[in-house]
């Protein structure tokens, strides 16, 4: 079993700049790939940005050079960077974890980022 907590969401003015972070417990050493979507009401789901065990990164055409995904192995946490954020990019943004050994994944409860024109 795996655990995501997400932390760092808040208000911030277009421009800004805000980091989430995502903290992994439990079943830790399962887990192949750590990925960031956001959801918005109304819309689907979208991958943000994702990082595996590999350290290979992937973004979204959106945020490409503005978010940058990272991971601490040591502290068992992955971190989004997120500068020049824009309008657009409010949403609740969510962290999922994706299994080695089976097809089942895990979500965090999400954290609200809501960026002011």
């Known amino acids: 079993q795996v655990r995501l907590v997400e932390s760092g969401g808040g208000l911030v003015q277009a421009g800004g700049s805000l980091r989430l972070s995502c903290a992994a417990s439990g079943s830790t050493s399962g887990i192949n790939a750590i990925g960031w979507f956001r959801r918005v009401p109304g819309k689907q789901r979208e991958l943000v940005a994702r990082?595996?065990?590999?350290?290979?990164?992937n973004y979204a055409d959106s945020v490409k050079g503005r978010f940058t995904i990272s991971r601490d192995n040591a502290k068992k946490t992955v971190l989004l960077q997120m500068n020049s954020l824009k309008p657009e990019d409010t949403a609740v943004y969510y962290c999922?974890?994706?299994?080695?050994?089976?097809?089942?994944?895990?979500w965090g409860q999400g954290t609200q980022v809501t960026v002011s024109s």
């Open positions: 999922k974890a994706e299994s080695k050994w089976s097809s089942k994944d895990y």
């Open positions: 990082i595996s065990s590999a350290g290979s990164t």
